[in-house]
């Protein structure tokens, strides 16, 4: 079976803060892909990442930076130097590299960022 | 280039009514589109899967007869809530993919349904 958990359902940090956003995977394909999206309070998916199984390198992308490791079956996503308008809920995701094109949410994590 | 409309973007109706959504990719020929729910503060759930052309693959718990899906061209489906209730209430969003395999999905903005 396939499963995603976000096990931090709210974080609050002040701005400038770093924050980390956890994501634990289970999965039986050896290929597969992750995703993160960020859901603002317009309600929009909005995509950030994604990251193939084969394909363990660490990014950054600006103040974001995602760390995969297969070990511990984790995407974990950090936001440095955090904005308020960071402010959003925050869902990783997982998809099958077979035929199918179903993607299984975590629950998300509220993050707030406060001025 | 990817964008996936959806329309309305609300829409409050009363028990006992239909209530059809459009979904629509603006600029790429959709061979899979796939309805969610999403419940207040809760995650997303993928309720059905449609193909251009044929009829939609349901997952498991969702009522078919009740939510009606409709992929009648590479861009556009709708979904109809036939008979809504207030436990329909919730955010209904779609995404669109080139093909069911391969291709990323394009999640629309979302229509949030009221049930009165």
């Known amino acids: 079976a396939q499963k995603v958990t976000q096990a931090q359902t709210e974080i609050s940090v002040v701005e400038k803060e770093d924050v980390t956003l956890d994501c634990v995977y289970e999965?039986?394909?050896?290929?597969?892909?992750l995703f993160w999206y960020k859901q603002p309070p317009s309600g929009e998916l909005v995509f950030l990442i994604r990251?193939?199984?084969?394909?363990?390198q660490n990014e950054i992308s600006g103040r974001y930076s995602w760390n995969f490791q297969k070990s511990t079956s984790s995407f974990n996503f950090t936001i440095t130097a955090s904005q308020v308008v960071d402010s959003a809920v925050y869902f990783c995701?997982?998809?099958?590299?077979?035929?199918?094109?179903?993607?299984?949410f975590g629950t998300g994590t509220l993050l707030a960022v406060q001025p | 280039g990817a964008v996936v409309s959806q329309h309305p973007s609300w829409v409050i109706c009363k028990s006992g009514t239909s209530v059809k959504i459009e979904c629509r990719s603006l600029?790429?020929?959709?061979?899979?589109m796939f309805w969610y729910r999403q419940f207040p503060k809760q995650s997303l759930m993928l309720m059905a899967t449609?193909?251009?052309?044929?009829?939609?693959?349901?997952e498991q718990g969702v009522e078919k007869d009740k939510f009606l899906i409709n992929h009648a061209s590479l861009t556009l489906s709708t979904l109809t809530v036939t008979s809504a209730h207030p436990e329909d209430s919730s955010f209904y969003i779609c995404?669109?993919?080139?093909?069911?395999?391969?291709?990323?999905?394009?999640f629309g903005p979302g229509t949030r349904l009221t049930v009165l």
């Open positions: 995701a997982l998809r099958s590299g077979g035929a199918t094109n179903k993607l299984i």
């Open positions: 999965t039986r394909d050896t290929t597969y892909y």
């Open positions: 990251r193939n199984s084969f394909d363990e």
């Open positions: 995404s669109a993919a080139l093909h069911s395999s391969y291709n990323e999905q394009f």
């Open positions: 600029d790429f020929q959709a061979t899979t």
């Open positions: 449609s193909n251009e052309g044929s009829k939609a693959t349901y």
